[in-house]
């Protein structure tokens, strides 16, 4: 157990809302990841930060945005929700130095609806 | 741009044996991981192959060639709690990033 929770685990929004997804790690990891998961798709990297306001943009990010003020949060922000933002948001952490590779931790994930 | 190929799907009987292949894009290429999710939870760590060769982890093992860009997770004695989706998972570069297959759903009959 890595210690990952995500809030909330389920949220029906309507098209045009802003929604912000959190994640939560309680074991200090510098790098955490945000993916969505489609049908078809397998996962696909939206953001991921290597530290306190360091973040960077992954496969998907266009329409997205992150922030993360504190070690332990990383939060995930639709500014204007779309119906192809229906999806479920995995978060997840790795203990990787930065210059090797390491085993990723997933969050039991969010489900997000957009109608 | 950086993509895996495996099988959307894979059927096998109980106690069979199962393998499920992995094709990756070469440039940048770190080392291989495979991840099991149930019934759409979070995706759980089997495996990683940074080098050539078989890596085994109990009834499961995972094989790595970097000269023919392939790789393939390895399932024996199958059993049905063992039906779920698989992922390969690439590492490009440095920095932490998987880039992930499609998935390959295994369904295991009696």
């Known amino acids: 157990d890595a210690g990952i929770t995500q809030s909330p685990r389920h949220k029906v929004t309507e098209t045009g809302t802003p929604v912000t997804l959190r994640c939560h790690q309680t074991?200090?990891?510098?790098?955490m990841y945000w993916y969505r998961q489609d049908p078809g798709h397998g996962l696909r990297l939206i953001h991921y930060?290597?530290?306190?306001?360091?973040?960077d943009k992954g496969e998907v990010s266009d329409g997205y945005s992150v922030s993360r003020s504190k070690t332990e949060d990383f939060l995930l922000t639709l500014e204007s929700a779309t119906s192809s933002q229906t999806s479920v948001y995995f978060c997840?952490?790795?203990?990787?130095?930065?210059?090797?590779?390491?085993?990723?931790?997933f969050g039991p994930g969010t489900r997000l609806t957009v109608l | 741009g950086q993509s895996l190929e495996q099988p959307s799907e894979v059927t096998a009987v109980e106690g069979a044996i199962v393998q499920i292949n992995c094709t990756y894009q070469?440039?940048?290429?770190?080392?291989l991981s495979w991840y099991q999710q149930h019934d759409g939870g979070a995706p759980t760590f089997l495996s990683y192959?940074?080098?050539?060769g078989l890596e085994e982890t109990g009834r499961f093992s995972s094989f790595l060639s970097r000269s023919d860009s392939y790789g393939y997770l390895l399932l024996q004695e199958l059993q049905m709690k063992d039906s779920a989706s698989y992922f390969c998972?690439?590492?490009?570069?440095?920095?932490?990033?998987?880039?992930f297959g499609q998935g390959t759903e295994l369904s295991v009959k009696p």
């Open positions: 070469t440039s940048g290429f770190y080392g």
């Open positions: 930060s290597y530290g306190v306001k360091d973040t």
């Open positions: 074991e200090n990891h510098r790098y």
């Open positions: 998972a690439a590492f490009y570069n440095q920095g932490g990033k998987l880039i």
């Open positions: 997840a952490i790795s203990r990787t130095s930065g210059d090797t590779t390491d085993t990723q931790y």
């Open positions: 192959n940074a080098l050539d």
